[in-house]
């Protein structure tokens, strides 16, 4: 079993829809908790990182549940622009992470 | 964003050359990590160091793999002997933190696609 799962996906999704995408870790002794996005080509970024109290950037909302080991990220209204792979990251300290293998989103007219 | 430079952008070699990718950091940094991003196995860490010392190299895949941290302002990855299979994308990234947790990040290069023929 991977340390990080993921929704595999693909998500295919008009402009304007809620998607959620989920992921669990299995290390009880994880820290931090992210959620990264990667475009085509390019290189994995931060969107936000994931708190207990669960927090909110716009139109994306994330929330972790610790007991569960459970991290989600939820995407109101989306937008053509949101179209990306998004990866769950968990980290144990001293900046050591382990990424998810991503979750595929396609945002479509 | 000229926070982490990563060259080449692209390698193409054949089998059996000698591979070497570079990485340039930022400086301020608290960790410097080596990913290696295929289809198959996603990003799976290679190695990273902290204070320029390599502290987990648990992920490089065999013998052939090695990296070092002369200073804080460079590393390099070394193929050799490259083989097809080490074809993919190599991500050098850096960690920056703050106590009280207000920065807590990961930052990537560009990353270098490496080809094996």
């Known amino acids: 079993r991977k340390e990080v799962e993921q929704d595999p996906g693909p998500f295919n999704v008009p402009e304007g829809a809620t998607v959620a995408f989920n992921c669990t870790y299995s290390?009880?002794?994880?820290?931090?908790f992210f959620w990264y996005r990667q475009d085509c080509r390019k290189e994995p970024k931060l969107l936000m990182s994931v708190y207990s109290s669960g927090n909110e950037d716009g139109r994306f909302t994330a929330q972790l549940n610790r007991a569960s080991q459970y991290i989600s990220l939820l995407i109101r209204d989306s937008k053509l622009s949101d179209s990306a792979t998004y990866l769950c990251?968990?980290?144990?300290?001293?900046?050591?992470?382990?990424f998810g293998d991503g979750t595929t989103l396609t945002v479509k007219p | 964003d000229a926070g982490v430079i990563q060259s080449p952008r692209h390698e193409v070699t054949e089998m059996g050359q000698e591979v070497t990718l570079r990485c340039k950091p930022i400086s301020g940094h608290n960790s410097l990590f080596w990913y290696r991003q295929t289809m198959m196995r996603g990003l799976e860490l290679l190695i990273y160091?902290?204070?320029?010392?390599?502290?987990?190299d648990s992920g490089m895949p065999e013998d052939r793999f090695s990296a070092k941290m002369p200073n804080a302002s460079f590393s390099t990855l070394k193929i050799q002997p490259s083989e097809p299979r080490d074809s993919a994308v190599y991500f050098c990234a850096i960690h920056l933190w703050t106590s009280g947790g207000a920065l807590d990040e990961q930052f990537f290069g560009p990353g270098t696609r490496l080809t094996v023929l």
């Open positions: 990251v968990v980290g144990r300290g001293a900046g050591k992470s382990t």
């Open positions: 290390n009880s002794a994880s820290q931090s």
């Open positions: 160091f902290n204070n320029n010392v390599p502290i987990d």
